[in-house]
């Protein structure tokens, strides 16, 4: 068997991995170039060549003006939204997937619907709601809408878990004497836990980039995507790959943690 043949096998084996690996290493890029242009020290107000090196930028990430500011306040109304989604989402998917009523699929069918339509209609909705009933636009306005479509990524996630579940689980903790409290606190809550968790990390992730929604229902307020938005047109500070850089780390941290506590609680 010649070479070639044999590298010819080998790729047809290993087709879907490379094509992982490819897929993979193109997603990643943007991060990449994101990361490598933070320790970069630009001659003008633009952060597109590459200059001289520099760690100035993380030395001092709050070093421009109004941007901490709507950092803190991207951060708040992710923990808010992600916090009112999770409750109402989690109690909405055992609702929807341990109980029967009526409507019980428009209900559902009504739930998906802010995951399938574009975010400019429901931005549009929205703000034409808060128009009609004479809400000033602002902090609570913008939390509002984040709670809005967070919802329907926690109902999905949280609904998949609970539907998957095994009810004999349940049943033989109601044989051993235990309250429908202890049933759902010791029971059925940590096993639809790692999709109350995973509904909660995209509501977080969600909110916390969310540009077209917020955009039409800010008023006068900052939040960091839109403060990232404005400043390219003006000039993209270093400081704002800074932010980027570390919050992908914390990202990639938190995905390590769930895997490492995963395989110890399947070894245990």
């Not at 996630?157 to 049943?171: F, G, I, T, W, Y």
């Not at 995973?198 to 929604?213: K, V």
């Amino acid at each position: 068997m010649s070479p070639w043949t044999r590298a010819v096998r080998r790729l047809r084996r290993n087709l879907v991995v490379i094509a992982g690996l490819g897929t993979l290493a193109y997603l990643l890029l943007p991060n990449v170039v994101v990361t490598v242009f933070s320790f970069n020290k630009p001659n003008g107000r633009f952060n597109y060549e590459w200059e001289r090196f520099s760690t100035d930028a993380w030395r001092d990430p709050c070093g421009v003006a109004d941007l901490c500011g709507s950092l803190s306040l991207s951060l708040g109304i992710a923990l808010w939204a992600t916090l009112a989604a999770t409750v109402l989402g989690t109690m909405t998917a055992f609702a929807l997937a341990r109980y029967r009523f009526r409507a019980r699929s428009s209900v559902s069918t009504l739930i998906f619907l802010p995951m399938a339509m574009p975010e400019v209609v429901m931005a549009a909705s929205l703000a034409t709601l808060f128009l009609n009933m004479g809400v000033s636009f602002g902090f609570w306005t913008i939390l509002i809408a984040h709670i809005m479509f967070c919802l329907s990524f926690v109902v999905t996630a949280v609904k998949a878990r609970v539907m998957s579940m095994d009810p004999r689980l349940e049943q033989a903790a109601q044989d051993l004497y235990a309250t429908p409290a202890q049933t759902f606190l010791k029971v059925t809550l940590p096993i639809a836990a790692p999709g109350i968790a995973a509904g909660a990390l995209l509501s977080f992730a969600l909110s916390f980039d969310d540009f077209i929604i917020t955009n039409f229902n800010s008023g006068s307020t900052v939040t960091f995507p839109m403060y990232v938005w404005g400043s390219a047109q003006r000039g993209t500070p270093v400081q704002i790959n800074v932010i980027g850089t570390a919050m992908f780390a914390i990202a990639v941290l938190c995905v390590l943690a769930g895997q490492l506590v995963g395989r110890r609680r399947q070894r245990s």
